[in-house]
């Protein structure tokens, strides 16, 4: 079992960064393929970008490509998201999400209910 804790939201201007991170309980982090998932008010958790367990593939939903970054650490058991140029619409509940995968080099699934851990969430706002 693995614990997430994520961290580094914020409110932010629209046009500036935030860097968050999710950071893993457990020696078996490696093992996990991870994702980051949003929600905002009163709409459905979506997608936002997953990355392989070795760190080499990674995919992104259209609506961040070019503006968002996954990486991960396995030596430090975290993920990150970095965000450049938010929009207003980036603001959300973001979380973070494990999923035990056999293959390293494949990516985590876009659909929320096949993952198998997640973290609490941590609150970004874009103000415009």
């Known amino acids: 079992q693995v614990q997430l804790v994520e961290s580094g939201g914020g409110l932010v201007q629209a046009g500036g960064s935030l860097r968050l991170s999710c950071a893993a309980s457990?020696?078996?982090?490696?093992?996990?393929?991870m994702g980051w998932f949003r929600q905002a008010p009163g709409k459905e958790r979506e997608f936002v970008s997953t990355?392989?367990?070795?760190?080499?593939?990674?995919v992104y939903a259209d609506s961040v490509k070019g503006r968002f970054t996954i990486s991960r650490d396995n030596a430090k058991n975290t993920v990150y998201l970095q965000m450049n140029s938010l929009k207003p619409e980036d603001t959300a509940v973001y979380y973070c999400?494990?999923?035990?995968?056999?293959?390293?080099?494949?990516?985590?699934?876009?659909?929320?209910?096949?993952?198998?851990?997640w973290g609490q969430g941590t609150q970004v706002t874009v103000s415009s």
């Open positions: 999400a494990a999923r035990v995968l056999t293959i390293p080099t494949m990516p985590g699934p876009r659909f929320p209910d096949r993952y198998d851990y």
């Open positions: 457990g020696r078996t982090f490696s093992s996990y393929a």
């Open positions: 990355i392989s367990r070795n760190g080499g593939n990674t």
